[in-house]
């Protein structure tokens, strides 16, 4: 049966959707809104009225309403730590979404959306950004006070997984690959036959440094830096997380600008590119070693997986452990219809959250 699924991917600027019959997509529409028009709500949460306003009117154009519709699927959000799979959307996750008890993120508008635009029939999640299947020695680190957590891209890793491993003619469930999305942020994931035993915290700017990330770093450099008296928390956080990295270094968070530069004969643009994909395959190399190097594929995805050099300078150091597969991009889009189709056909059954 080709059911309607209605995908929604709330982001900070902007409101993604899509209409898909099974898994083909039949249309799909981009909301954008401006930074003022949404500093007139007080958080994110204030938001939901007007992004509601304006799904519906991206239905209306396409002459699609919500009696048309067997399921709606949102992006997760900031939820508790869960296991990977498709949620069904509660009140408790919508009561726990609204309060941004574990922080604020335009994600965290996804299952309220879709619990609306469902008005009763099936709403889901799958696989939120909060997705936490460590095992207990990756979850440990040599600080009682400090405990690793998993936060990272799983619903476009667990989806690339899903569809290697149909590649290679076996059920994910019985794969174990090594994952490298690669994004404005950076996370390398350890998928042992379906679940990801081991994750950089790529919100944090945790693991290899990204094009907006500063990645791991000197533990008494960083804590002398924070104490040297010419930071305060907030501007060390900015330095880590949206001002570190690859922009940083060249000015820049364009991996197309930075590759012109090394072309052009930058030595500085030629060593930062370099670090950076070194940064990714030592990350890869350590993620083998969670898996005991029982690898099917190492597997590249992300926007940055486009560029076939920043590809290749990866591949050449990564591709002794396993066949390097690439699969760039990251439709979210579709991840989200797959996973509510999984449900609806039978072959998974839904998750329930428990706040």
Not at 188 to 210: E, K, M, T, W, Y
């Amino acid at each position: 049966m080709d059911y309607a699924i209605f995908a929604i991917n709330p982001g900070s600027t902007s409101t993604k959707v899509a209409f898909f019959r099974g898994a083909e997509e039949i249309w799909s529409d981009v909301q954008r809104f401006d930074v003022e028009t949404l500093r007139a709500f007080a958080t994110v949460a204030d938001q939901e009225d007007f992004r509601l306003e304006e799904i519906r009117k991206a239905m209306e154009r396409h002459h699609v309403t919500e009696k048309d519709l067997d399921a709606v699927v949102g992006r997760g959000g900031l939820i508790k730590p869960i296991p990977g799979g498709t949620y069904e959307v509660s009140d408790a996750m919508v009561e726990t979404l609204r309060s941004q008890k574990y922080g604020a993120h335009a994600s965290n508008l996804g299952a309220p959306l879709a619990m609306r635009v469902a008005q009763g029939k099936p709403a889901f999640i799958v696989d939120p950004v909060v997705v936490d299947e460590l095992i207990p020695e990756a979850r440990l680190s040599g600080m009682p006070q400090i405990e690793r957590r998993s936060i990272f891209h799983a619903l476009n890793q667990k989806a690339v997984g899903r569809r290697a491993a149909a590649d290679l003619g076996k059920p994910y469930e019985k794969a174990n690959f090594v994952i490298a999305h690669l994004g404005g942020g950076i996370s390398v994931g350890a998928h042992c036959q379906g679940r990801v035993i081991d994750v950089n915290n790529a919100l944090d700017g945790d693991g290899p440094f990204s094009p907006e990330r500063a990645g791991g770093l000197p533990a008494g450099d960083l804590a002398r830096l924070c104490f040297s008296g010419a930071y305060d928390l907030t501007e060390v956080i900015k330095k880590m997380v949206g001002g570190g990295g690859m922009v940083a270094h060249l000015g820049t968070n364009d991996l197309r600008e930075a590759q012109r530069a090394a072309e052009g004969g930058d030595p500085k643009a030629t060593l930062v590119l370099d670090a950076m994909a070194y940064g990714v395959a030592k990350e890869i190399g350590s993620r083998a070693v969670a898996l005991a190097g029982k690898v099917d594929a190492v597997i590249l995805t992300g926007g940055l997986a486009y560029s076939e050099g920043f590809v290749r300078r990866i591949g050449d150091r990564v591709s002794w452990i396993a066949p390097v597969k690439v699969y760039p991009g990251e439709d979210e889009l579709q991840a989200l219809a797959e996973g509510a189709l999984r449900v609806l056909s039978g072959q998974e059954a839904p998750r329930v959250y428990e706040g």
